[in-house]
């Protein structure tokens, strides 16, 4: 009985120590506020502190579900801004978003998309989060009228059986190279904008019909992206 006792005892503390060594391996991955460096060095501090500001769910944590499937989020609704002349609750146009390629050793991402006219593949990005929650992070170029800009787009949701629940979607502008013409948002303005019925489901395709034509809001006559 003892040695049964003692042979009890060895594999429950060979258990608990690999527990550890899981926990700290996770905790590794990430620093103090629960983000990589990579993304820490991405992305600037008062941009991310900005995005907080406005609502939108920073999941953290180097334990990440897989999300790698096609979902689509509709109504998709402004939440918030930091722009002047941007109207809460205006109904963008519906938004498919795709992870593929999700490595959680070194919590990177592949990630395309559509949303009204504009869209983009294959843009590498970082996740992160714990359980069923998740955080990603992308930086996209975009080109409009031959001038372009680096935007980052997080995207943050609850993973379930059905699609990504609470899915919340930032847009916020980190280069605009000068913005000459004035097509882009200024630097450090963005938006927020989610799934308004709460659940962004699993869908099959990221095409759409031609009836998603798109939105973009309009201040002063200038289209802002």
Not at 28 to 51: H, Q, R, W, Y
């Amino acid at each position: 009985m003892k040695n049964l006792i003692k042979a009890f005892l060895i594999v429950l503390l060979a258990s608990g120590i690999m527990l550890v060594g899981c926990k700290k391996e996770e905790e590794s991955k990430v620093e103090d506020n629960g983000l990589t460096k990579a993304i820490n060095d991405f992305i600037p501090e008062n941009i991310l502190n900005e995005m907080k500001t406005l609502g939108i769910p920073i999941n953290t944590g180097g334990s990440p579900p897989s999300i790698e499937n096609i979902y689509y989020a509709s109504p998709f609704i402004l939440k918030a801004s930091n722009r002047d002349g941007d109207i809460i609750g205006y109904a963008f146009s519906s938004y498919k978003v795709k992870f593929y390629e999700q490595n959680n050793d070194d919590l990177e991402i592949k990630v395309d998309y559509v949303n009204g006219p504009e869209s983009g593949t294959g843009i590498g990005g970082f996740v992160v989060g714990n359980d069923n929650y998740f955080t990603v992070f992308s930086g996209i170029t975009s080109t409009m009228n031959n001038e372009e800009a680096t935007l980052i787009h997080v995207i943050s949701g609850k993973l379930t059986t059905d699609g990504i629940e609470n899915l919340h979607f930032a847009n916020f502008m980190l280069d605009n190279h000068g913005n000459p013409n004035g097509t882009w948002l200024e630097e450090g303005e963005g938006r927020i904008i989610y799934d308004s019925d709460g659940m962004s489901e699993i869908v099959n395709s990221l095409k759409f019909g031609t009836s998603n034509t798109g939105s973009i809001i309009t201040v002063s006559g200038v289209e802002k992206r």
